[in-house]
């Protein structure tokens, strides 16, 4: 049990130390690529000692894995606190930190792939696809959140997901931009809901009624104004029948 | 090799007779629920005789998966004539008419799972994805789409599987409103990627001036217009400088 070991660590803090390592190592290159021997390099103990603590690569490839996404949920936490545009742009920006942090651990283990898809890693994908999901609710101050509310909102977090998986797959358009748009997208999405259903329509308003003109929401709402009459055909649509719903 | 086969067919014919069974009971329970004697049963052949054609249920799930993949596929097909919204709305509808009748076997594909998450289903999934891909582009006319549209459209084909997914757990919106829905979202996440990028922008104008005022775009953008200069401060923001996009 002493092969190799530098110096003497407890029980706890030895697995804590392994996860931090492992964790280090799978964020920067797909899990599958990662051998228990280069995590036993990494450590500075022995291969047989890894084992003493996790049984195989998959048990520590999972504790990693919980550490991340206890981390990941943590930030999507926020304080209830200013306009929701300027609250969800700040939670953007730490939620591209991670992706940026663990990109290519991150790509492995959202596309799944030998190491990466079991059910317990999907379960705790789904665990933070649902912490993420009821921040967003409780920043809406929405108690009992429609069917259509429910929608937008779990759309919106798998749209994140995937706008930072395509931008690590060649960082082609710059993280900054892709935070800004995630939370247009938020108001975009949940502006089409609102067209449709009455109480979306509630709902967005009381939200877009405490936006400042200067912020994410508001930016973008004057950005869409000056674009929606082009010069196209639709540009004769404002005569439609649709203000009914104001 | 002749044990309980009812009637003599052809290697080739029994292993797709074998195939149309086995998608047929993926597709209403979770392949994980499924046992090879029921599909053995279905086909009315002994069990060891479908191991003859199949050495297991992965490779059985893969080749119904294959013929699966290929038939969703080619739901995203649709002839290049008319309005793109009316288009697209045509394609979403065959899209949810193939989720409503795979349903279970498509969310457990979609969420993976101790049957469902090899690398080989992962490939044929990003497989359905590029060809969805592939002809959204083709309808759109633009040959070498820069990043940003490949951004929009590639977000797109994700939220329209997110949407289906949760439209599945529940059904509880009807399956027309998020079919129609997915058309706006497609409008509202090219026009928050125009609102910010000149050649984005140039596109959108493009596309939407061919669009009927009566299509599903065109009626969107006069509820919209309906809509955003709600009662808010954001209504203010028409006076920002944000023409310089027109």
Do not use: C
């Amino acid at each position: 049990m002493t092969t190799g070991v530098r110096r003497r660590m407890g029980v706890e803090e030895r697995r804590q130390q392994l996860i931090g390592v492992a964790l280090e190592l799978f964020s920067h290159r797909s899990p599958d690529d990662v051998s228990i021997d280069e995590i036993a390099a990494a450590a500075g103990i022995s291969r047989p000692l890894v084992y003493h603590y996790f049984p195989g690569k998959q048990s520590l490839y999972e504790a990693a894995l919980r550490r991340a996404a206890d981390e990941l949920a943590a930030r999507f936490r926020e304080p209830r606190e200013g306009p929701l545009g300027a609250r969800l742009l700040r939670v953007m920006g730490r939620f591209f930190d991670f992706v940026d942090e663990h990109g290519p651990g991150f790509s492995a283990l959202m596309r799944g792939g030998p190491a990466v898809g079991s059910s317990t890693t999907n379960a705790m994908i789904d665990e933070v696809r649902q912490a993420a999901y009821e921040q967003i609710l409780a920043h809406l101050g929405v108690e009992r959140p429609p069917a259509r509310l429910q929608l937008v909102v779990r759309s919106w977090v798998s749209l994140a997901e995937s706008t930072a998986l395509i931008w690590l797959d060649g960082r082609e358009i710059p993280r900054a931009e892709l935070e800004l748009q995630l939370v247009h997208d938020f108001a975009a999405l949940s502006v089409v809901s609102a067209a449709y259903d009455e109480e979306m329509a509630g709902i967005l308003i009381r939200i877009l009624g405490d936006e400042p003109a200067d912020g994410p929401f508001g930016e973008l709402v004057g950005r869409l104004v000056a674009l929606v009459p082009g010069e196209g055909k639709v540009s004769t649509v404002g005569k439609m029948p649709a203000q009914r719903l104001r």
